[in-house]
């Protein structure tokens, strides 16, 4: 294996690095926040829902979450953000107490969850000032450049950033921590092992997988006492290893403190989880199609981009070529991880979510020699050598735009698509002005919710566990679906025949009487403007 050259201490960066971090983050403040207040008051997220119930009750004095399939660091500091919220807003006379601030919640959740996708973004562009640091401290300030700008445009990043979930945080913690496994390396003091540790953990209590950094923090050990010429006893028993260890432990407690205070509940819910992830899968979706297929199909141009995912095959080739130390840290972890959720049954371009930094950095590496060569380049006469210079960075310029401007586009087109009314907030008005009250109505998930006070409401999570025949017993009038549920079942339907069978004797019974459906209908936008269809099931006159 062939070393880079290491220096003892790293200068902080240069004011001109500062400037141009400063214009990347404002690029990325602008794009995350484009589109912010989608949905609201209504929760289209189901997750966001589910966070957001969980932070508010912890206002009732109950710091324990009773819910382990996610960690809890994100949703503490969700309310510790409400709690400051709180407390503002209650010296201006805005609450009584906090019965009446769960009540505000309950009448409009706007401005609370607008708080919580706030904390999302600024992690977001955070974990894009990190990728510039580290491109710029491994390599030089190009490649930190190309993998922020990588990053501001990798559609699934982006996506998630616009969530009151714990994605996107956990990936903030994630390379915090790759930041000081990298110092590690390269200077190796026990304040590096100890923040490396403490975020990882942290990491880890926001979202499980922060443990798998002790494989790149663990070759950054051991490569630096290599270099040093360490014994293989002062290697493996080296107090800075043991004390990232153990802040590892300690910043997992200080995040998710019930693992341990209540640690059947957690342990409940951490098997739930890998149950559902290495054998049952997500409800409703395929687990005949291998996931690292799925992934190689769809991961990479989901969260790296159209083009500049095939900049990663290259630059992990020639980093394999190469084989320096450098390298090897960094495609340590999304290989080791890719192999990982290539064995789950659940799969979700999502998964990849804490890869992407790391596969932007691949990517910027991988152009960097590019632009390097095309800069070396020797073009004769008549060409004068400013005249030159001059074009081969018109040129590069023009590759960098050629390779960002898909994924810019198609970061642009989500943003703006979130910018407009929701179908499911179109059918809820529609519903309202068109229904009498009273109907009777079987609707299933991402559908408009009704009020069960105007309308007799049949809820399942999919229709498709039902029948016609059983939902007429019932009175039931009319039917909506979505296609964020029926896709998955007519997707698939011999593994699915009882609910593929639901959908398809819709359209062979029932009347279809309105479709509401987005301008934008890219596939694996979910959760976003559904397709909606109203079925008409009784002898209801036309509308």
Request: net charge positive; proline share 5%; charged share 15%.
């Amino acid at each position: 294996m062939r070393y880079i050259t290491r220096m003892e201490k790293r200068p902080p960066l240069e004011p001109s690095s500062k400037k141009t971090l400063l214009i990347i983050l404002l690029l990325g403040l602008v794009v995350r926040l484009v589109g912010l207040p989608f949905g609201l008051p209504n929760l289209y997220h189901v997750d966001e829902a589910r966070f957001a119930k969980i932070s508010l009750n912890y206002f009732t004095g109950d710091l324990n979450p009773h819910f382990f399939h996610v960690p809890t660091f994100h949703t503490y500091l969700v309310a510790g953000i409400w709690f400051i919220y709180y407390h503002i807003a209650k010296i201006f006379g805005n609450f009584t107490g906090i019965s009446d601030f769960m009540y505000a919640f309950e009448r409009d959740p706007t401005l609370f969850i607008l708080l919580g996708r706030l904390l999302t973004v600024f992690l977001s562009v955070g974990t894009i000032a990190l990728v510039f640091i580290i491109g710029t401290r491994m390599y030089n300030k190009r490649v930190g450049i190309l993998a922020g700008l990588f990053l501001i445009f990798a559609h699934d990043a982006n996506k998630i950033s616009h969530y009151q979930v714990p994605d996107a945080p956990m990936v903030f913690f994630f390379m915090l921590s790759f930041l000081f496994i990298w110092h590690i390396y390269r200077r190796g003091k026990p304040l590096d092992y100890i923040l490396a540790g403490l975020f990882a953990g942290l990491a880890m209590a926001t979202k499980y997988g922060g443990q798998l950094l002790f494989l790149p923090l663990l070759l950054a050990h051991v490569f630096r006492n290599v270099e040093e010429k360490k014994s293989l006893k002062n290697i493996l028993f080296s107090l800075p290893l043991v004390l990232s260890g153990l802040f590892f432990f300690a910043g997992f407690f200080l995040g998710c403190p019930y693992f341990l205070l209540d640690f059947s509940s957690f342990w409940k819910g951490f098997r739930w989880q890998s149950q559902h992830l290495y054998i049952s899968g997500h409800f409703g979706s395929s687990t005949t199609q291998p996931a690292w297929l799925f992934y190689l199909q769809h991961g990479f141009r989901e969260n790296v981009g159209i083009v500049s995912q095939f900049l990663v095959l290259g630059g992990v080739v020639l980093g394999l070529i190469r084989h320096k130390t450098r390298e090897v840290l960094l495609f340590s972890l999304p290989i080791v991880l890719f192999v990982i959720i290539g064995s789950w049954k659940a799969m979700a371009v999502r998964y990849m979510l804490p890869m992407v930094p790391f596969l932007v950095l691949i990517a910027a590496y991988f152009l960097d020699v590019i632009l390097t060569k095309i800069g070396s380049l020797r073009v004769k006469a008549p060409f004068e050598s400013d005249i030159t210079g001059k074009r081969r960075t018109i040129l590069s310029i023009a590759i960098v735009l050629l390779i960002l401007i898909p994924s810019a586009y198609r970061v642009f087109r989500f943003d703006l698509s979130i910018t407009q009314t929701d179908t499911r907030t179109a059918a809820h008005h529609w519903l309202e002005k068109n229904i009498p009250e009273g109907s009777h109505i079987a609707r299933e998930m991402y559908t408009p919710s009704l009020s069960d006070t105007k309308y007799d409401v049949h809820y399942r999570h999919t229709l498709g566990q039902v029948t016609l025949e059983y939902l007429a017993q019932r009175k039931v009038e009319f039917i909506i679906i979505s296609d964020i549920m029926y896709s998955r079942f007519l997707s698939a339907p011999k593994e699915f025949p009882k609910q593929a069978g639901f959908y398809r004797s819709l359209e062979e019974q029932a009347v279809l009487i309105k479709t509401f459906e987005p301008d934008w209908n890219e596939a694996l936008i979910d959760l976003h403007n559904p397709t909606l269809k109203i079925y008409r099931l009784s002898a209801y006159s036309n509308i």
